[in-house]
């Protein structure tokens, strides 16, 4: 029976841009300028890399269609190189390739990376999904449907279920906002750096009710990037406090939620399967006592509420009183979004997942500097792509080898 890949992965070096509107580079150099810091921190050549993956969301407007813009900008030496898209998940799907391809013992050493090139485009938020680009069906399930509508019934949907008064709602939002541009103001590679109240929060004008203008986040330009090989080889290449993966999972809509039969529209299916598979993997049973902190997928700042429920973290019914009581702030039980998170730290889709990885990686080195978490034990990355009722949803539970 099939156990995963707990332990058998280590991450033994990782790189990520500044994340912001870099008109200063293409897609080709943020891809450079992660790789730099990548391989030197995994202290190997290039050429001792296997193969590698690429993630890329929006190729037509971006690097364009297949692997090539990676081997070629990076100089890869005719290695095997794939080229993946899964949404918003689409950085931890390069980085899940990779990793399973070293588990399977097909490879030493492998390389993920992932990169968004979107401020060139003109968009205030993310380009159309809709005609071609979506398939023949897709869009026209949702031939209206945008991003901050769809989440903002989920806010409706949760609200009417627990039965929360709208001005409690809000303020629990707008506490997961201020949670997050406090920590981002901590992060030089962050693409928004400044502290906002929650009474600013509060008083922002409404984009889809009753999600305001601070409880959405923008899209960024970013590259970030993973070298993993086996605990075997990274001791041999003296690497200490290893980081390895403990678990990595991947789920996605059946079509189920979109009928409203059995799901009525306040949580995500998804991101409860997925997590409790990425749990079972990892030996974790109580998540929230093991779990040391969290980056989450905070499109909207309702996401990062409820997705606390999912995760198994909050009660049912109860995140958004986690959310005001501190559970989840820098300094509280569970911190979630440190660096951040896609609100702040920013949201180029690609790369977002890698981003992700790359804070919880500094975390166990001990080279976070101002947001630098006492001793974490587990660390866990979320990424959910398209709507609440049609949805792509990765985790990966990260730790140090031999920490069980």
Same mark, same amino acid.
């Given at each position: ?14 790189? %990520? ?38 993630? #890329? ?15 070629? #900008? ?78 903002? *019934? ?21 506490? &997961? ?8 103001? +901590? ?12 009474? *600013? ?13 601070? !409880?959405? %986040? ?9 070298? &993993?090989? #086996? ?13 390895? &993966?403990?678990? +990595? ?19 995500? @299916? ?9 749990? *079972? ?14 980056? &989450? ?5 309702? #996401?990062? +509420? @409820? ?21 989840? !702030?820098?300094?509280?039980? @569970? ?61 990966? @539970? ?7």
């Amino acid at each position: 029976m099939a156990t995963g890949i707990k332990d058998k992965v280590a991450i033994i070096g990782m790189g %990520c841009t500044r994340f912001g509107e870099r008109w200063d580079m293409g897609a080709e150099e943020l891809m450079v300028e992660a790789f730099e810091e990548c391989l030197a921190d995994a202290g190997i050549a290039k050429k001792e890399i296997g193969a590698a993956w690429l993630g #890329t969301c929006f190729d037509n407007i971006n690097v364009g269609k297949s692997a090539l813009p990676l081997s070629m #900008t990076l100089r890869l030496p005719n290695i095997p190189v794939t080229r993946v898209e899964n949404f918003c998940a689409t950085g931890t799907e390069a980085f899940r390739g990779a990793c399973y391809a070293v588990a399977a013992g097909a490879y030493d050493i492998a390389l993920a990376l992932g990169v968004e090139k979107l401020k060139d485009t003109g968009y205030g938020g993310l380009p159309s999904f809709t005609g071609s680009d979506s398939g023949s069906l897709t869009w026209q399930w949702f031939p209206n449907m945008t991003a901050p509508g769809a989440f903002a *019934q989920l806010a409706s949907a949760y609200a009417a279920k627990y039965k929360i008064a709208d001005h409690d709602l809000k303020r629990a939002m707008a506490h &997961v906002s201020a949670k997050s541009h406090a920590n981002g103001a +901590l992060n030089p590679k962050a693409h928004l750096r400044k502290a906002v109240s929650e009474d *600013q929060i509060m008083a922002a004008p409404i984009i889809a009710h009753p999600l305001g203008l601070f !409880d959405c %986040c923008g899209v960024s330009d970013g590259a970030a990037c993973a070298i &993993v090989t #086996t605990p075997e080889l990274a001791k041999q290449l003296g690497k200490r406090d290893i980081v390895t &993966v403990k678990g +990595l999972q991947l789920a996605l809509s059946s079509g189920e939620e979109m009928g409203y039969n059995d799901w009525d529209g306040d949580h995500f @299916v998804t991101t409860s399967k997925c997590s409790t598979k990425a749990y *079972q993997e990892a030996g974790i049973s109580n998540p929230k006592e093991e779990i040391s902190m969290m980056e &989450v997928h905070d499109c909207f700042s309702i #996401t990062e +509420l @409820v997705t606390m429920e999912d995760l198994h973290i909050s009660e049912r019914g109860r995140a958004w009183r986690d959310v005001m009581d501190g559970v989840f !702030d820098s300094d509280g039980q @569970v911190p979630c979004q440190v660096d951040g998170g896609l609100k702040c730290f920013g949201h180029p889709i690609g790369a977002s997942g890698l981003r992700m990885l790359y804070e919880m990686y500094l975390q166990f080195h001990g080279q976070a500097g101002e947001r630098q978490i006492e001793d974490p034990r587990f660390g866990l990355t979320h990424n959910l792509g398209g709507f609440p009722a049609m949805n792509v949803c990765s985790i990966s @539970v990260v730790g140090k080898y031999g920490n069980t």
